[in-house]
């Protein structure tokens, strides 16, 4: 019996023992090795931490003209919960007040989106508990609108209210700031642009996001259990630091100037893509820079095409055709290999096995100034295949930055390639087809490699980084790559690239010839490849040039993606948009024009010149237009017998190069006949048939003696034949 008290006494004695030990563990648990826990559990209960968000870094020009900036929005929400029991409140039925319906009809009308993806919002109900929400977004019509349309939901929200005599009718503005594109589309490609969560996507906004967004900041302090602010409570403050402020290379006129003509051009021949960079050959800033089509940043959920969005200045390859020549020229007078007055057969000759033709096969005999001017296939085929050779000619084009990103500050650089597998391969590089694949900001910086005296440079499009706190300014310099070849070499080379502009008889680039100034550039057609084979109907398009000769400010592509109506005036668009960006560029920064030298001979002077642009004759009477063209001095001809002026070419403000006439149309173009042009030269030829959508065929070089009209497939043709001398 004793010892059966004993052992109870015991079992008891241990299991209290026991418990004593657990209570004991378990608080040194709590209390000691897991404290921090602990803390940071109770200071949440009484602490409180909230987000201080930077304001994002403005984006300007070179000139301080703001481009991006942040501006107030507001983002449109609803109280579901709210909205169901103002729909069942008995006063509001019996007066036959359905705020549901009239919420969801008003969001229709102002933002736009759809009745039924509304009554969803103002009907949605939690997962978890079956409720009604009592917050729910309009997304994304109604993310970060706009004052205006924010206004209009206000006086709807007052108005309503009063209806109902309700204080909240589950409708709310809540304040946003957004990213607000101060010119919309003008240069989206370099700016690129923020989405609807805030995240950046492409151009400048994406490459420098880091810098641009600054650092989050945070205040912490004690609250009560309703969440207010203890008196004398202490706080943690990190203030938010703003982003910095961009300045970019961009001049805001010159983009403006090359995204007009740009859209003009796209509107008519409605190509693939049109893409223009503008750059100072001396520093690689560059001054503009844009493609069609494009699409407006502050909208940017509006545009379905994907090649809206699509940069190919940076991201695309293509043949680059006869542009690429300037490269083999370079190469070629830099080996001392170039003579300009040795003779070489044209029209055709093997390489690689393969046979080889100029446009033109009937040429003759001609020397290699001439072969350059007329962008002979045949001379370049020489000059790079036969005399360079295809380790020294791909050094050059090493050199010259093909087949290498060139670092500018845009996401997505796309590399492009050389590949010379044979020797076809060698010889169709020399007047830029085959493996050949560039981008137009490596054509850019090659050519003004060229214009600069020899240096490749690095393209930038970022000028200085401020810091809007500090006012502390990073600049940056002008970096260059490597020379490519000799100043003097690159001298020799502008000049003769001058020759292929101011001949006005063959120069290819006679279209970019701009009086007042001593223009050097190249065109290139490259016939695009469909199923495997070159389709003679369809090209790219370009033209590669700087201004002035003597002392370049500005280097100019133009690259023309498959131009519709390619034969009647698509084919020649490139240089006349190089003209006219970079002409109106020059008189805009102020650059003092050139002597006036005579077509085919640079350097020349005879005197100071005057730039003449083509005055808006259209609407006027034939004889009041031939009245004022007279007394500016301008050469005009009258094709058609109506009573008015009907279209022109060229275009009102566009510069008119030496002796070049002007086109009078009376009539519609389909109703008017190609004019006897016995005498007049191809480029005559080749204007007014584009003025009339006909389609040329040419026989020979020289001046017309012969002409014929005829149909084909339903085309207007005319058959043209040239001959050396004017009948």
Known sequence: MVKRIKLRTLTIGGLFTLFFIVIVTRLFWYQVWNQDFWMELAKNSWSTQQTLTPARGTIYDQNGEVLVMNAPAYTV???????????????LVEQDIDVERLIVQELHKVLGKPENELYDIVRKKSTETGKYLIHREVRNEGWKIEEETAQKL??????????????????????????????????????????????????????????????VGSIQYEKDRMGNKLPKASEIYTPAQDGDNMYLTIDRTIQQYIEEEIRKVYNEYSPHTITVIAADPKTGDILGLANMPTFNPNSYWDFDNERAFFNPAVQGGYEPGSTFKIVTLAAAVQ??????????????????????????????????????????????????????????????????????????????????????????????????????????????????????????????????????????????????????????????????????????????????????????GKTGTALKVINGEYDSTRAVVSFVGFAPVEDPRIAVIVVVDDPQKYWEGGGFVSPIIFKNIVSKSLRYMGVPTSHEMKPGEPGKSEGPIRLVTAPNIQGLKPHEAKKRLAEQGIVFQTVGAGKEVKRQF?????????????????????????????????????????????????EGEGYVTEQKASTDNGKRVVDIKLEPRRP
Do not use: C
């Open 335 to 520: 080996e001392g290999l170039f003579d300009p007055d040795a003779y070489f057969q044209s029209g055709k000759i093997y390489a690689g096995g393969r046979p080889i033709h100029d446009v033109n096969t009937t040429w003759g005999t001609i020397s290699y100034l001439e072969g350059l001017k007329r962008s002979s296939n045949v001379a370049f085929v020489k000059l790079g295949f036969e005399m360079l050779k295809e380790e020294r000619f791909k050094s050059y084009i090493d050199k010259f930055g093909f087949g290498q990103k060139t670092g500018i500050e845009i996401p997505w650089e796309y590399d492009g390639f050389v590949q010379f597998q044979y020797a076809a391969d060698v010889a169709a590089a020399s007047y830029g087809h085959g493996q050949i694949k560039v981008t137009p900001i490596q054509q850019i910086m090659a050519v003004s490699a060229v214009a600069n005296g020899g240096k490749l440079m690095k393209p930038h499009i970022v000028k200085k980084i401020e810091d809007p706190v500090t006012g502390e300014v990073t600049e940056r310099e002008p970096e260059v790559v490597r020379q490519v070849i000799d100043p003097n070499i690159a001298k020799q080379v502008s000049e003769y690239l001058e020759q292929v502009v101011a001949d006005q008889e063959i120069g290819t680039g006679r279209n970019a010839y701009i009086e007042g100034y001593r223009v050097a």
């Open 77 to 91: 929400a609803v109280n579901p919960s709210l909205i169901q029991e103002l729909k069942t409140l008995d006063k």
């Open 154 to 215: 206000r006086d709807f929200t007052d108005s309503l209210k009063e209806k109902t005599k309700q204080q909240d009718i589950g409708l709310y503005l809540m304040p946003e700031v957004k990213r607000f594109y101060a010119k919309n589309n003008l240069a989206a490609h370099v700016l690129g642009y923020t989405d609807k969560n805030g995240k950046p996507v492409g151009g400048i906004e994406e490459l420098y996001d880091e810098q641009l967004a600054g650092i």
């Open 650 to 698: 060229p275009a009102p403000g566009e510069y008119l190069g030496s002796g070049q006439r002007i086109y009078l149309l009376t009539d519609e173009p389909e109703n008017l006949k190609m004019p006897d042009m016995k005498g007049k030269s191809l480029r005559d030829v080749m204007e007014i048939a584009s003025l009339l959508g006909i389609e040329v065929r040419i």
